[in-house]
């Protein structure tokens, strides 16, 4: 079992920046994957950021060069930097993570959510 507790949400003005924190609680799993998906009123959960266990990164188009995903492997903690935050940015930030007891046996775990508003 693996569990996701995220931080750092909160409302921000427009050009702004906010860090989010995501302390994973991984007992014996391994986590492989870790990411930030975010959902905005009436629309689909998308991905924001994802980051591998070898440090490679992507996002998603609206986000590259504002954005920064990154992860302290010692402390199974994944964060986001997000610069120059724009209101469409304003959505229920999720922690998700990628975790089993091998390679191929993964399952999908869920933070609670943390609210990022982007609004002057």
């Known amino acids: 079992q693996v569990q996701l507790v995220e931080s750092g949400g909160g409302l921000v003005q427009p050009g702004g920046s906010l860090k989010l924190s995501c302390a994973a609680s991984?007992?014996?799993?391994?986590?492989?994957?870790m990411a930030w998906y975010r959902q905005a009123p009436g629309k689909q959960r998308e991905l924001v950021a994802r980051i591998l266990t070898g440090g490679s990164t992507i996002y998603v188009d609206s986000v590259k060069g504002r954005f920064t995903i990154s992860r302290d492997g010692a402390k199974n903690t994944v964060y986001l930097q997000m610069n120059s935050l724009k209101p469409e940015d304003t959505a229920v930030y999720y922690c998700?993570?990628?975790?089993?007891?091998?390679?191929?046996?993964?399952?999908?775990?869920w933070g609670q959510g943390t609210q990022v508003t982007v609004s002057s």
């Open positions: 991984a007992n014996t799993f391994n986590i492989y994957i």
């Open positions: 998700h993570a990628e975790a089993g007891s091998s390679p191929n046996q993964r399952y999908q775990y």
